[in-house]
């Protein structure tokens, strides 16, 4: 299976790239928002994506679906598994950053959900009934197309540490304030879960 690709850009389509990769040329589909950052890249630029890939007895021709960060990549999933919106409704839909639709999910804002391409009320309502309280880290995203993975450590808050400033782009300095914030206005907190939700639930009230 393949789950990350650097190569040479051959070639923009409307919703895909050609990438080359050790001279084989791979179809990738972009969301629109990953779209979006590809508008400043020209033929022949290093590109680098992390793969989602999708193949079925239903859709046996696999598909490679790219994006910026591995949080991205797993925001999607999360987004795939609520009945309805499979990988490219969910391609389609993207329109705006994770982040945003995160937020929107975290503060039940449904209206903001059927603003996206081709969801309706029903289809918001179903998004939020299985994802509310589960992407409260993905709403934390920053503007920053960067991402590091490696092993977090067994402590959960060393674990959020790490997400927040490899993968969600915070700096470790915000970080440590964030979670010192969170830890302040909870002191039950005992999982790494719980701590992204009380983080976000800081974050969005500071926002309002």
Same mark, same amino acid.
């Given at each position: 299976?393949?789950?990350?690709?650097?190569? &040479?850009?051959?070639?923009?389509?409307?919703?895909?790239?050609?990438?080359?990769?050790?001279?084989?040329? @791979?179809?990738?589909?972009? /969301?629109?928002?990953? $779209?979006?950052?590809?508008?400043?890249?020209?033929?022949?630029?290093?590109?680098?994506? @992390?793969?989602?890939?999708?193949? *079925?007895? #239903?859709?046996?021709? /696999?598909?490679?679906?790219?994006?910026?960060?591995?949080?991205? #990549?797993?925001?999607? =999933?999360?987004?795939?598994?609520?009945?309805?919106?499979?990988?490219?409704?969910?391609?389609?839909?993207?329109?705006?950053?994770? $982040?945003?639709?995160a $937020?929107?999910? +975290?503060?039940?804002?449904?209206?903001?959900?059927? =603003?996206? &391409?081709?969801?309706?009320?029903? !289809?918001?309502?179903k998004?939020?009934? *299985?994802?509310?309280? &589960?992407?409260?880290?993905?709403?934390?995203? $920053?503007?920053?197309?960067?991402?590091? *993975?490696?092993?977090? /450590?067994?402590?959960?808050?060393?674990?959020?540490? +790490?997400?927040?400033?490899?993968q969600?782009?915070? !700096?470790? #300095?915000?970080?440590?304030?964030?979670?010192?914030?969170?830890?302040? =206005?909870?002191?039950?907190?005992?999982?790494?879960? +719980?701590?992204? +939700?009380e983080?976000? #639930?800081?974050?969005?009230?500071?926002?309002?």
């Open positions: 299976m393949i789950g990350y690709l650097e190569g &040479k850009l051959l070639k923009k389509d409307e919703d895909r790239i050609l990438l080359l990769n050790n001279q084989v040329g @791979y179809e990738i589909l972009l /969301p629109a928002f990953v $779209r979006k950052t590809f508008h400043s890249k020209e033929i022949g630029d290093d590109v680098a994506l @992390y793969i989602h890939y999708h193949q *079925t007895e #239903r859709q046996p021709k /696999p598909i490679l679906i790219g994006f910026n960060l591995e949080v991205e #990549r797993e925001f999607f =999933r999360h987004f795939i598994s609520v009945e309805d919106i499979g990988p490219m409704k969910a391609v389609q839909a993207l329109t705006v950053s994770v $982040r945003d639709i $937020r929107a999910i +975290e503060s039940r804002d449904s209206a903001y959900l059927i =603003r996206l &391409k081709g969801i309706g009320n029903r !289809t918001a309502q998004i939020l009934a *299985t994802l509310e309280g &589960k992407v409260a880290k993905f709403a934390l995203i $920053r503007q920053v197309e960067k991402a590091a *993975t490696e092993t977090p /450590p067994e402590d959960f808050i060393d674990q959020v540490q +790490e997400v927040l400033s490899k969600l782009g915070h !700096t470790v #300095r915000e970080a440590k304030e964030l979670i010192g914030a969170a830890l302040r =206005r909870n002191k039950n907190i005992t999982t790494a879960e +719980e701590l992204f +939700e983080v976000y #639930r800081g974050e969005a009230s500071n926002a309002g």
